[in-house]
């Protein structure tokens, strides 16, 4: 006597309302991903280096700042955790049993990410979201309530370490210990060396690739991604059990969240943005005390994001657009490996080579024509396809056995 077989789910069962807001969110984090390709790293989050040469410039960083920074990583994160859910519930209800494939899941998650980051760009979130998969996995049959507390109780002890850590060096500044202008600020020297390495061909940027990436997956992965992170994968999981995708949630409860998620979170993320602004973007006001405004305003402003999201499944006139982004969202982890393949040709030297030739707001230009890519793609792909092609190598590697991959062909599910 054989159990059931396992497999992944297919269309029928998928909840579209998740698919779509996956979607703006992959869309969504490339506002701010497509900086690191760009320019250098330090221009990441501050428009003085280089980048924001223009007024033009300089406002575009400002908006895309409020509206997307944190934000549509914070969406991606709370999904995570629906997604350990709804992937754990289903393989219990057949088989009684998750453990054995979650990790699977994870591991080769991890080996996705790794090779993302090691060998074509080193601002990989996919390493950070494996390691924090694996962690909360016990957590996952807690009561909503107390997954909810935990979570914001995570995020707590990441801001504390995170702020800890920005007056603990600037009570080593004061006592002569450490030069923070020389720690926290780029020199023009600086700036030139990390652009002649993008600049130059794959094998002469893996140094600069292999250590920026090796640092977000260690330090900053212990004493800040972790936290905040795993504190929102528990967050997800607590608001699907609460019902936040159901179709029996008034429009009314989305309308409350999105009004209070901006009241709530713009004014915090607009102090942070005054305090950089006040400060002449200081490296160390930047880095620290400054950005915990937007770490915890950007929650605010991630909800309003979401229920607007929410809100638009359910409008009629947008059904179409709405099942073209979740074409994106069902191949989300594609679109997103995409997004690096096709930036890392258009800036890097082993493409056209133009890091550092495009500000900010020249920046939109390449993240509409990215977006307009995978608006074609994605749902060209699915009209044949049950998976985008990494999603499938994913899960075939998760199950352990090939998948099937057209549309049409046998599939049992889970």
Same mark, same amino acid.
């Given at each position: 006597m054989t159990g059931p077989r396992l497999a992944p789910t297919l269309g029928s069962d998928r909840i579209e309302s998740?698919?779509?807001?996956?979607?703006? =969110?992959?869309?969504?984090?490339?506002? %701010?991903?497509? !900086?690191?390709?760009?320019l250098p790293s330090a221009a990441y989050s501050s428009p003085v280096l280089c980048g924001g040469e223009t007024s033009i410039d300089m406002a575009v960083f400002m908006i895309v700042e409020a509206a997307a920074s944190l934000k #549509? %990583?914070?969406?991606?994160?709370?999904? #995570? *955790?629906?997604?350990?859910?709804?992937?754990?519930?289903r393989l219990e209800s057949r088989s009684g049993r998750s453990a054995g494939l979650w990790y699977r899941r994870m591991v080769w998650l991890l080996v996705i990410g790794l090779a993302h980051a090691w060998l074509l760009w080193w601002g990989d979130i996919l390493v950070a979201y494996a390691l924090c998969g694996m962690l909360v996995y016990p957590l996952r !049959?807690?009561?909503?309530?107390?997954?909810?507390?935990?979570?914001?109780? /995570?995020? @707590?002890?990441?801001?504390?370490?995170?702020? *800890?850590?920005?007056?603990?060096? =600037?009570?080593?500044?004061?006592?002569?210990?450490?030069?923070?202008?020389?720690?926290f600020s780029t020199s023009p020297e600086q700036v030139e060396a990390e652009r002649a390495a993008w600049r130059g061909s794959w094998l002469k940027q893996s140094d600069e690739? @292999?250590?920026?990436?090796?640092?977000?997956?260690?330090?900053?992965?212990?004493?800040?991604l972790l936290w905040r992170c795993g504190g929102l994968m528990l967050l997800g999981m607590a608001c699907y059990k609460w019902g936040l995708f159901s179709r029996q949630l008034r429009g009314r409860a989305l309308g409350w969240m999105a009004a209070i998620g901006v009241c709530a979170g713009g004014p915090l993320v607009a102090i942070g943005l005054m305090a950089n602004v006040s400060s002449d973007w200081d490296g160390l006001d930047v880095a620290f005390g400054n950005s915990l405004w937007n770490y915890w305003?950007?929650?605010?402003?991630?909800?309003?994001?979401?229920?607007?999201?929410? /809100? @638009?499944? !359910?409008?009629?006139?947008?059904?179409?657009?709405? !099942?073209?982004?979740?074409?994106? +969202?069902?191949?989300? /982890?594609?679109?997103? /490996?995409a997004q690096s393949v096709v930036c890392g040709v258009?800036?890097?030297?082993?493409?056209? +080579?133009?890091?550092?030739?495009?500000?900010? =707001?020249?920046? @939109?230009?390449?993240v509409i024509g990215v977006w307009s890519l995978q608006f074609v793609w994605s749902p060209l792909w699915l009209r044949t396809f049950r998976f985008g092609p990494v999603e499938w190598l994913w899960r075939s590697l998760t199950y352990w056995q090939r998948q099937p991959m057209r549309r049409g062909s046998l599939h049992s599910e889970v």
């Open positions: 998740i698919d779509v807001l996956r979607g703006v =969110a992959v869309l969504g984090i490339l506002l %701010m991903n497509v !900086r690191t390709f760009a #549509f %990583m914070a969406i991606f994160s709370f999904l #995570f *955790g629906v997604g350990v859910v709804l992937f754990t519930s !049959r807690l009561r909503p309530l107390a997954q909810a507390g935990i979570g914001v109780g /995570l995020m @707590l002890v990441g801001t504390a370490i995170w702020w *800890g850590l920005g007056e603990a060096i =600037a009570v080593a500044e004061s006592q002569g210990a450490i030069d923070v202008a020389a720690e690739r @292999l250590s920026l990436a090796i640092g977000l997956e260690t330090g900053v992965f212990a004493i800040w305003g950007s929650l605010g402003v991630a909800a309003f994001w979401a229920a607007l999201v929410l /809100l @638009l499944v !359910r409008v009629r006139a947008a059904e179409g657009v709405c !099942r073209v982004v979740a074409c994106v +969202g069902r191949m989300a /982890l594609t679109n997103y /490996l258009i800036f890097y030297g082993w493409g056209f +080579g133009w890091h550092g030739e495009l500000g900010y =707001a020249s920046q @939109l230009l390449v």
